[in-house]
């Protein structure tokens, strides 16, 4: 209903306002001063309503500002045609009510500076007082408003039409801060108006008229005779001080804003103090974090496009005076929440990154201030506020992209202590993404441990929690990063990448039953890759003292996989006690060797029960014996039969059948003439044909369909047999392999075997091998069967 009222009084309004135009324009084509001046008169009384709202009311004064226009050309017309500007100026006086009476002096103002028949100085201080008049907080606004727009290009400055003298200057200067005293003081109490329910209609209100206000201080910062001087001693401390005394949210933040970008760069540099020094000043609902961070971020900006400007920076203290206002800040506001208080060092952090990047103490020194504010809030459990952490925490990050960088900063790690276990990960998986992402090189043990300490809420459990809740992909994700960390790490001198490695260890094994098995690998590899590097030089290198000694860190590693067999992963611990066995082989350590062995057969013995990973495991077992080499002959017998042992005891027949023809592989070792034992090779190979006897005769005793099981076993141990044979075994004999090409020849006759393309491909293989020149032929010969003749 309101706004219907407004449109219906706003177009009555602009009848009146149309009506009084054209007859106030049909007299001043007919020259008639006095009817142009009632009819002018007429039209302005309009603006004396209080029934519209400022949107309309606004509406409607551009439409008069319009028609005044036309006025102020007539005006000027008069004075050529020998009418006395004086008398104008004396005659619109005379106009009955006194808001047209001013819109009238005003506008025939501005013709009678631009005369030069009378000082500026005289005018624009007769016109600035005589708008006290109308102390309506909307009429008044806008009166004011006109006589800034109309005497703009009126005011006397270095370089304009208008020049004057110092104290002409001056005197401009007084006519616009006290028209924008003035302005501010109509505008605030526009908030008292009306009843205290509509306050946040009014407030919305106010905002829309708040460029009005705004305005002056463009003009202000446009008066060429506004030096930094002029700027320092007189216009921002009365500007200032209008900010302050107004006690006025809306208004002080409006204001500030209009300060720091409206007014030079170098201003605001040379006057930083008194700028900073009002923001304690302010009301404590005022968003103080869009004024500091509005001033820091166009400074930031002055620094960025000015080489020259950056000693200005250094010489008037920028940063500590910026520490100290936002301390002082935060001080004055005690109910100011943690989000805000560290929104408040992040953009101080931003702007001393941005413009002191080389001064690290500096950087330090905010992180520090945001400590000791947080030191008084604890854990945070406001998302708001651990995100604002997470960006100030970024921040250098971003701007380094260089951890060992972070690194130096001692107050970092202080600041994520503040970060609840969540968001403590996220920030560890930001670190070490950072690492990763710009290869950055992590070369000594202090810097793993510090990189590590910042990077715990990845690593380790906090206070015996595990993340249960996450979603498995994405925790197996996040413990990949942890490894490729590992991997990352690298230094030249094998003596401190050993210490890296113990460093490493220490937090890996903080990790917790889920974490262990995904980041243990990577630790163990990168130690073998050291062992790799220290192998074949001198035993000790460094002395008895030193840690990068294979031995040592082979022993690191057994106490390292220990670790896996009690959170329940012994598959892996298995695999990585063989890799270790592996290595403490080609180091030429038989004892550690014999170590990594045992405590694999103690896995196998007593934690693998599954079948199939039985199966798995004694492969893995039979491969890495089988390329043993340093092992003593008593030594080596122990864990043959040991492993020829666990064959025989599998589960599955056919499993029991291949595990023992693999181990014929432990007694013939190519490279090594001292471990080529013919015989023990065939009787493996006939101790896994009567296992496969036994499978074949199973398989006919419940025959329904097919023998494919049975008769793949003996295909594949007539490919043993060739391959032994091909190898030299002078054990291996035609006749043996014949009567197993004759078994399988008859048992594929009495019933589809399914292994038909098995048998084929042997088959053409002992063909070619038959036809080709020397001494693999020669074997061949040995091999007659009835598939070939």
Not at 182 to 194: A, D, F, I, S, Y
Not at 395 to 422: C, F, G, Q, S, W
Not at 504 to 521: A, F, Q
Not at 562 to 579: F, G
Request: aromatic fraction near 8%.
């Amino acid at each position: 209903m309101i706004a219907e009222d407004d449109e219906k009084w706003l177009a009555a309004a602009n009848a009146a306002v149309k009506q009084n135009a054209f007859y106030m324009q049909r007299a001043i084509d007919s020259n008639n001063l006095k009817d142009a001046l009632k009819f002018s008169a007429q039209m302005l009384s309009e603006l004396r309503t209080s029934k519209l709202s400022p949107h309309k009311y606004y509406e409607l004064y551009m439409r008069v500002f319009n028609e005044l226009g036309t006025l102020e050309i007539f005006f000027k017309e008069e004075t050529g045609r020998g009418c006395s500007i004086a008398e104008l100026y004396e005659l619109v006086q005379h106009a009955g009510n006194i808001l047209p009476r001013l819109y009238l002096l005003c506008t025939i103002g501005s013709v009678y500076i631009k005369s030069k028949d009378v000082t500026t100085t005289d005018i624009l201080k007769d016109l600035v007082e005589m708008c006290r008049a109308v102390q309506h907080p909307l009429r008044g606004l806008f009166l004011r408003s006109y006589l800034a727009q109309v005497t703009r290009d009126k005011l006397p400055s270095i370089g304009s039409e208008l020049e004057g003298d110092g104290d002409a200057q001056m005197n401009a200067l007084e006519f616009v801060l006290q028209n924008f005293t003035e302005m501010n003081k109509l505008w605030v109490r526009m908030q008292h108006q009306g009843s205290s329910r509509e306050k946040e209609k009014r407030e919305k209100e106010r905002n829309e008229l708040r460029d009005l206000v705004g305005k002056n201080l463009h003009v202000l910062s446009q008066l060429e005779g506004v030096d930094l001087g002029i700027y320092r001693d007189t216009v921002l401390p009365r500007i200032l001080e209008q900010v302050v005394n107004c006690k006025d949210e809306l208004a002080q933040c409006y204001l500030m804003d209009c300060i720091i970008q409206v007014f030079p760069d170098d201003f605001h540099l040379q006057t930083l103090d008194v700028l900073l020094g009002v923001c304690p000043q302010l009301q404590p609902s005022v968003d103080i974090k869009t004024v500091l961070s509005g001033l820091m971020e166009r400074l930031s900006n002055y620094a960025a496009s000015s080489v020259e400007a950056l000693p200005n920076f250094l010489q008037v203290e920028a940063f500590s005076k910026f520490n100290y206002a936002i301390g002082k800040v935060v001080e004055a506001q005690v109910d100011l929440p943690a989000a805000g208080s560290v929104t408040l060092y992040l953009f101080l952090l931003k702007f001393t990154l941005h413009v002191y990047s080389d001064r690290l103490d500096y950087v330090d020194q905010v992180l520090g201030s945001c400590v000791t504010q947080l030191s008084a809030t604890g854990k945070l459990c406001d998302d708001k506020a651990a995100k604002q952490i997470v960006a100030f925490l970024r921040a250098p990050l971003e701007k380094y992209n260089n951890v060992v960088t972070i690194l130096k900063l001692t107050n970092y790690p202080r600041v994520m202590e503040y970060l609840d276990h969540e968001t403590n990960k996220t920030m560890a998986i930001i670190i070490v993404q950072s690492v990763l992402k710009n290869n950055t090189h992590i070369s000594t043990a202090d810097e793993v441990d510090a990189l590590f300490e910042l990077a715990k809420g990845l690593i380790k459990d906090f206070d015996g929690t595990i993340d249960n809740e996450i979603d498995e992909e994405d925790f197996q994700e996040e413990q990949n990063f942890v490894a490729r960390l590992v991997h990352n790490l690298y230094n030249d001198d094998p003596e401190e990448m050993s210490k890296i490695i113990f460093t490493v260890r220490k937090h890996i094994l903080t990790g917790g039953p889920k974490r262990l098995p995904l980041t243990i690998p990577a630790l163990v590899f990168s130690a073998l890759k050291l062992i790799r590097r220290l192998r074949g030089g001198d035993e000790n290198p460094f002395g008895d003292d030193a840690s990068a000694t294979p031995k040592r860190i082979l022993q690191l590693l057994s106490e390292t996989v220990e670790a896996l067999s009690d959170v329940s992963a012994p598959d892996l611990a298995l695999r990585l006690y063989l890799q270790c066995a592996q290595a403490a082989n080609d180091c030429e350590l038989e004892t550690v060797t014999y170590e990594f062995f045992t405590k694999a057969y103690l896995l196998y013995e007593e934690e693998i029960s599954d079948s199939k990973a039985q199966v798995t495991a004694l492969r893995l077992i039979i491969g890495t014996l089988q390329r043993m080499r340093v092992l003593s002959v008593e030594n080596r017998d122990i864990l043959t039969h040991k492993a020829t042992g666990y064959s025989a005891r599998l589960l599955r027949k056919p499993d029991q059948c291949r595990a023992v023809y693999e181990c014929a592989h432990l007694f013939w070792a190519d490279e090594c003439e001292n471990l080529k034992d013919g015989e023990r090779v065939v009787l493996c190979l006939i101790r896994a044909q009567r296992i496969a006897d036994a499978v074949q005769n199973m398989t006919n005793a419940s025959r329904g369909t097919s023998s494919t099981g049975s008769v793949a076993l003996y295909v594949e141990l007539l490919n043993k047999y060739l391959y032994f044979l091909e190898k030299g075994n002078t054990k291996v004999t035609g006749d043996t392999i014949k009567s197993l090409a004759e078994l399988i020849r008859s048992e594929t006759k009495k019933v589809e075997s399914g292994a038909e393309s098995f048998i084929n491909s042997t088959l053409r293989y002992i063909e070619f091998q038959r036809q080709q020149d020397g001494g693999m032929s020669e074997k061949y010969e040995k091999i007659k069967m009835e598939w070939f003749e």
